[in-house]
Nanobody, 127 residues
Framework: QVRLVESGGGSVQAGGSLRLSCLFS????????MGWFRQTPGQEREAVAA???????SYTDSVKGRFTISRDNAKNALYLQMNSLKPEDTAMYYC?????????????????????WGQGTQVIVSS
């Protein structure tokens, strides 16, 4: 059974940086596309960034140029480097994963493309 465990969240002032990590276990992570999502109370879970099995990346517009997603298949790990953080980045951040289907990887910046989720790590950015 695939399991995802996030870490690295915390409190930081605006303009600061954090690096989130997600540890993958239970299968071969290189066979999965993976993503980071975030959610605030009362809001839908939104995509932040995703990385495919071929290491191609996608970002939501609001984090382009500030966040970088990466993966290390040898360590079964997914990362999200977050720089120039803003108060509006405050949220619970989730790691997600799924295997490409018969027709390849679907659109990756939607929660509906993922079947496995971590428990989340809280990020708070103060002004």
């Amino acid at each position: 059974q695939v399991r995802l465990v996030e870490s690295g969240g915390g409190s930081v002032q605006a303009g600061g940086s954090l690096r989130l990590s997600c540890l993958f276990s239970g299968d071969t992570s290189s066979s999965y596309y993976m993503g980071w999502f975030r959610q605030t109370p009362g809001q839908e879970r939104e995509a932040v960034a995703a990385i495919d099995t071929d290491f191609s990346t996608s970002y939501t517009d609001s984090v382009k140029g500030r966040f970088t997603i990466s993966r290390d298949n040898a360590k079964n790990a997914l990362y999200l480097q977050m720089n120039s953080l803003k108060p509006e980045d405050t949220a619970m951040y989730y790691c997600a994963a799924n295997r490409p289907g018969r027709y390849g990887t679907p659109y990756v910046l939607t929660r509906f493309s993922y079947s496995v989720w971590g428990q989340g790590t809280q990020v708070i950015v103060s002004s």
